[in-house]
């Protein structure tokens, strides 16, 4: 078994802008994203620990360390400004990695 050194990219923020920044990680390169609901506890109270519809969306992209950059770069300057949102990066090891780099 054959282990690829890929990167995680964590966005998780409110749900109006999730689907958009998953389209925009594809435009940019990403092959694909997962999308769930989240909630959490963090520096600026609770968010969505009420049973409902979700406000709080997590967004994540496997992909490779440059492709990751862009991704942050652009989530950052494009939402954080106006948007509840934090992204980070993560080093991941992944079976079949050259799925996750978009051809």
Same mark, same amino acid.
Request: charged share 10%; proline share 3%.
């Given at each position: 078994m054959q282990l690829?050194?890929?990167k995680l990219v964590t966005v998780v923020g409110e $749900?109006? %802008?999730m689907d958009d920044i998953a389209k925009e990680g594809q435009q940019l390169?990403? *092959?694909?994203?997962t999308l769930s609901e989240v909630v959490g506890q963090g520096s600026r109270s609770a968010r969505n620990v009420i049973v409902g519809a979700s406000k709080t969306m997590k967004c994540e992209f496997v992909v490779p360390m440059d492709l990751a950059e862009k %991704?942050?770069?652009?989530? *950052?300057? $494009?939402?954080f400004e106006h948007?509840?949102? %934090?992204?980070?990066? *993560?080093?991941?090891?992944?079976?079949r990695g050259?799925?996750?780099?978009a051809k």
């Open positions: 690829y050194p890929l $749900t109006v %802008i390169g990403a *092959s694909g994203y %991704i942050l770069k652009h989530v *950052s300057y $494009t939402y948007y509840a949102c %934090i992204a980070w990066l *993560s080093d991941v090891q992944v079976v050259e799925a996750y780099v």
